[in-house]
């Protein structure tokens, strides 16, 4: 309940982000007025960056639910099956346990070079000013290897959401008839390509110079 529970936190959260990043192509200053009203948001009755540092600590303790649901899990399995199996057969759950675990921890890998790169260092590895968001990420994708980086995470991020969607929902008994497993596994589906495809646009049309300063 706990994973299940954080990850339905970070689909909305990527949700939300995903349309915020394709407020690039309205161009510069529809992404700086985005960027600038998530420091305002709240305010008067919260102070500047208020709403966004509750925002960061509800991630920050997700993440670390996150995390500690997904070891428990996994010392759980590893206690349950004392004996190793002879043959071991390769199966697709076999393959997607797999898939989740190592997954995540490339996840974890990417947000926190993605943290240094757009929020706390805030990286410009073209050398340019850093305090204009829209520059910043226009500079970053610019760069290819960076966007091939950005496109390998969000392919691992659509395979995380794909099996971690329809993972949620058996986990919160929404798979309990034929009809409801084909429309959960169609939703984890569609939120997958969604996520994935929208993460990527931004990045593959800068480097084509659709998307430019």
């Not at 689909?11 to 349309?19: K, P």
């Not at 309205?26 to 709240?42: I, K, N, P, S, V």
């Not at 500690?68 to 390769?90: E, G, S």
Request: proline share 2%; aromatic share 12%; net charge positive.
């Amino acid at each position: 309940m706990l994973m299940a529970g954080s990850g339905l936190i970070f689909i909305g959260f990527v949700l939300l982000h995903m349309y915020g990043n394709l407020k690039a192509f309205a161009g510069h200053d529809a992404f700086d007025e985005y960027a600038h009203h998530l420091r305002t948001m709240g305010t008067p009755i919260l102070p500047e960056s208020g709403a966004l540092w509750i925002i960061r600590t509800v991630l920050v303790l997700s993440l670390v639910v996150h995390v500690y649901a997904a070891v428990t899990l996994w010392r759980r399995a590893r206690r349950a099956r004392t004996v190793r199996y002879q043959v071991k057969k390769h199966t697709g759950a076999i393959f997607a346990s797999r898939l989740m675990r190592w997954g995540g921890v490339t996840l974890l890998l990417f947000i926190i070079w993605h943290l240094l790169n757009f929020t706390i260092g805030k990286v410009n590895v073209q050398g340019g000013a850093t305090n204009d968001p829209y520059n910043l990420l226009v500079d970053t994708f610019d760069t290819w290897w960076l966007t091939l980086i950005y496109l390998l995470a969000m392919t691992m991020l659509g395979a995380h959401l794909h099996h971690g969607t329809w993972s949620a929902m058996q986990t919160l008994g929404l798979t309990g008839t034929e009809r409801a497993r084909v429309r959960s596994k169609r939703l984890a589906f569609a939120v997958a390509v969604v996520v994935t495809g929208g993460f990527s646009l931004v990045p593959i049309f800068v480097l084509a110079g659709v998307i430019t300063k």
